[in-house]
């Protein structure tokens, strides 16, 4: 009677997989929250949207991204406050932001068309918005920032070449409103910092 055999490795993966090579597109579970874009207080006067694509290095769309701001207030604060994450008290579950704090943090997915908006402040004492990328093929996030003036003497602009500036800067559309397309890899790709 033959033997039964082993089955054997596949020889093209000599090593598990890691944890970190298993980015995306896992977001849309547990990450992306109720209101995650809507970072100013509903109905405040002076509310402004930054909104656009993320796009591949084929230029091609990215469905499944999360895109996270950071910003001080208006009045220059940097402490943030409590109300983005909140919990139902009877189920438990998320409930999402509580519509009159305003915490300084923003986290949204991208839609079926690659496209986030975010709802906010003007962020008080600088000229820009912190933003990080997750996405699937990334093994880290990404950091970088979008301006929505054009600042005088603004260090980090400063030590870009001319030509790779304007991936850092929003294009106002109307008043109150700014368009910041992220570029992953490719032609115009967007800057991104190293804070290692």
């Given at each position: 009677?033959?033997?039964?055999?082993?089955?054997?490795?596949?020889?093209?993966?000599?090593?598990?997989?890691?944890?970190?090579?298993?980015?995306?597109?896992?977001?849309?579970?547990?990450?992306?929250?109720?209101?995650?874009?809507?970072?100013?207080?509903?109905?405040?006067?002076?509310?402004?949207?930054?909104?656009?694509?993320?796009?591949?290095?084929?230029?091609?769309?990215?469905?499944?991204?999360?895109?996270?701001?950071?910003?001080?207030?208006?009045?220059?604060?940097?402490?943030?406050?409590?109300?983005?994450?909140?919990?139902?008290?009877?189920?438990?579950?998320?409930?999402?932001?509580?519509?009159?704090?305003?915490?300084?943090?923003?986290?949204?997915?991208?839609?079926?068309?690659?496209?986030?908006?975010?709802?906010?402040?003007?962020?008080?004492?600088?000229?820009?918005?912190?933003?990080?990328?997750?996405?699937?093929?990334?093994?880290?996030?990404?950091?970088?920032?979008?301006?929505?003036?054009?600042?005088?003497?603004?260090?980090?602009l400063g030590s870009l070449p001319a030509e790779r500036r304007g991936t850092l800067l929003a294009t106002a559309e109307r008043p109150g409103t700014y368009r910041f397309d992220i570029r992953l890899q490719g032609e115009c790709e967007?800057?991104?910092?190293?804070?290692?």
């Amino acid at each position: 009677m033959p033997q039964p055999t082993q089955p054997t490795q596949p020889t093209h993966l000599p090593h598990p997989t890691t944890p970190s090579q298993t980015v995306g597109p896992f977001y849309g579970f547990a990450l992306p929250f109720a209101g995650g874009g809507e970072v100013a207080p509903l109905a405040h006067p002076d509310t402004i949207t930054v909104h656009g694509y993320v796009y591949d290095g084929a230029g091609a769309a990215v469905p499944d991204v999360l895109v996270e701001t950071w910003q001080p207030a208006p009045d220059r604060s940097r402490t943030g406050a409590r109300g983005s994450l909140r919990r139902d008290p009877a189920t438990g579950r998320p409930a999402g932001r509580d519509g009159v704090v305003f915490t300084g943090f923003g986290r949204v997915a991208t839609d079926g068309d690659g496209h986030y908006a975010v709802r906010t402040l003007p962020p008080g004492g600088v000229p820009y918005l912190s933003m990080a990328v997750f996405a699937r093929g990334l093994l880290h996030h990404l950091y970088t920032r979008a301006y929505l003036a054009a600042p005088g003497e603004d260090p980090l602009l400063g030590s870009l070449p001319a030509e790779r500036r304007g991936t850092l800067l929003a294009t106002a559309e109307r008043p109150g409103t700014y368009r910041f397309d992220i570029r992953l890899q490719g032609e115009c790709e967007t800057v991104f910092l190293d804070f290692g």
